[in-house]
């Protein structure tokens, strides 16, 4: 009876890591290829020639930070959740000749072609001149009560209504979606993939570094972070005898100075890691819903000559003018 337990258990444990597997491939297939042919982003080693062995060091090395080169920082977020045995089971089926179903492969179609496309301009149906002319109330002789909200139904009636608008996440992966357009001049950037399994982000784990990371991110075709995410911009503060000082001068009615906005931040500190004050990139940078805007935005970003900072940020050094 004991014997028939474990190799049901066995059987079960080989068969969840086969099942693992299976769905890994088709997350590979964008960027190696549906038979593991091609160099990730023109970057990796050909997968399909490595043997399992090579293939099961990579994925251990990629997980402990200790193998890698330009895709290190990418691969370290892919291989965080795997299990050796799930590692053994993926570099067994890349050798088995494993591919990945033609449908599959389309879903998780190659990531740097995707990351060279056209930004999606994010303002494009909220500012419709048509949409905002329809729901300027002030050009209007009678407003009636069905557009005074913005659900724009009959405010007695709530049997059918309550619910609203349900938003739709989904969104292609990490790597595969086309950027969205800053919504004005140094704007955080929207996110554009899906985050399934990257939230929460806290202090020691944060999986959006893999990737954005300015060493890794050339490589990969995302975003970087900007410098002003490397600088502490906040004045020094400490506590000396019983009194509040900030950038060497005491605060408080009878001291240096009476309120702390009067204080001058003499220079700002440029640090070589992540500034811990921006570590919740989901503060500012948020997904995005498959939804319609509530309502129109006769707002007009202007960008400037060349519409260059549509896809780049110049916030370090408008901060920086003045305190340098």
């Known amino acids: 009876m004991k014997r028939t337990m474990k190799l049901l258990a ?3 444990l080989l068969g969840a890591s086969a099942l693992y597997a299976g769905t890994s491939l088709a997350a590979c297939a ?3 290829g ?22 099961l060091v990579a994925l251990k090395g990629y997980k402990d930070g200790t193998y890698g080169g330009a895709m290190k920082g990418l691969m370290k977020g892919q291989v965080a959740s795997m299990s050796d045995a799930d590692m053994k089971a993926v570099a067994d089926a890349i050798t088995g000749g494993a591919g990945v179903a033609t449908n599959k492969a389309t879903e998780n179609a190659a ?6 496309a056209t930004v999606i301009d994010i303002n494009k149906n909220a500012c419709d001149p048509a949409r905002i002319n329809k729901e300027d109330l002030g050009n209007k002789k009678v407003v009636s009560e069905e557009v005074l909200g913005l659900r724009k139904t009959n405010l007695y009636k709530e049997e059918s209504e309550t619910e609203g608008v349900k938003a739709d996440y989904s969104r292609p992966a990490p790597g595969q979606a086309t ?8 704007a955080p950037p929207m996110i554009p993939h899906s985050v399934e399994g990257l939230l929460p982000i806290t202090q020691n784990n944060n999986q959006c570094l893999g990737c954005h990371m300015p060493e890794a991110a050339k490589g990969v075709g995302a975003t970087p972070i900007p410098a002003s995410h490397f600088t502490n911009y906040r004045p020094e503060t400490v506590l000396k005898n019983g009194e509040l000082v900030k950038e060497g001068k005491v605060v408080g009615l009878k001291a240096d100075l009476g309120n702390t906005s009067d204080i001058k931040i003499a220079k700002a500190k440029k640090l070589n890691h992540l500034y811990q004050g921006r570590f919740n990139c989901s503060q500012c940078h ?3 819903a498959k939804i319609d805007p509530i309502v129109g935005n006769t707002f007009t970003p202007d960008f400037g000559e060349g519409n260059e900072l549509k896809a780049h940020s110049s916030l370090a050094d408008a901060m920086n003018e003045g305190v340098e």
């Open 111 to 116: 990531a740097a072609a995707v990351a060279a």
């Open 286 to 288: 948020a997904p995005q």
């Open 30 to 32: 964008g960027c190696h």
């Open 34 to 55: 549906q038979h593991f042919e091609k160099a990730a982003m023109g970057k990796s080693k050909i997968v399909k020639d490595m043997n399992s062995a090579d293939i």
């Open 10 to 12: 066995l059987s079960s």
């Open 179 to 186: 950027k969205f357009e800053r919504a004005y001049v140094n």
